[in-house]
């Protein structure tokens, strides 16, 4: 596993989970874990078994859905581009620093996550003379 540290906000975010899932005293549990109790939200627990990769798929697909999100080739890796994206568009950011928290041997790795390149800004569209 890569160590590193944890950014301040996330840190918050963290913590309001665990607590809201009753899972303060179980630090060393599956962070993102099932849950049963069927439908109704009420009745809804976390339990202690992790989430597997694909329900996690299955509920980020139909999160985007409901967002208006169409993006067929979503998915829970997705969030790392993502990441690696809003570091490197940080004036101040390093390619070194991204592959170490990205955990990669090898910056042409790091690269393939950075879409930066596929952002389109709104100064460059107003750069089409109409």
Sequence with gaps: YLEMPCHHNLELYLKEYMNAGG???DPKGPLFRRLNGGRR???QA???SRLHRTEALLMIKRR???AGIENPGMCNHSFR???ITAYLSNPEAK???????????DPKTTRLYDRRSEVLSLDEVERIGI
């Design 64 to 66: 985007a859905k409901q």
């Design 95 to 105: 390619l070194e620093h991204a592959q170490t928290m990205a955990g990669h041997a």
């Design 23 to 25: 899972m303060e005293d």
């Design 41 to 43: 939200l009420e009745t």
């Design 81 to 83: 581009g993502t990441g």
């Design 46 to 48: 976390l339990t202690r």
